[in-house]
């Protein structure tokens, strides 16, 4: 049942309420009991419970690995200088895409487009 004011209500809680939270529902407690005792709304122990669970440990975080150097945009103009052109080069690619990559980058591209 989503809530309509929970945003604001999950913002308000501190680390430490946030931490009793997850420590009770991790043991079992019901939301209704836990928004009892930690004197909050349900709506906001579902959303920390609901964050918990989605970010805490079961998605990968945001930022790790190497940044992109590519919009998807820019993927897509490389491909379609290569179906245009066959006998385009990857330097003229690199130039014209105007962002500064790696030459096996626009290889690569080709390659996942199976050209």
Known sequence: MPCKRARRHFSQLSEFERGLII??????????????QVDRSECAVRNSWKQWTREGNLVRKTGSGATRKTTRRD????????????????????????????????????????L
Do not use: C
């Not at 420590?23 to 836990?34: C, D, F, I």
């Open 23 to 36: 420590g009770m529902k991790t043991a079992g407690w019901s939301t209704y009991r836990v928004a009892g």
């Open 75 to 114: 993927d897509r103009k490389i491909v379609r200088q290569a179906l245009v052109d066959p006998t385009v080069t990857r330097s003229t690619i690199r130039a014209d895409v105007g962002v500064a990559i790696f030459p096996q980058t626009i290889s690569r591209h080709l390659a996942e487009a199976n």
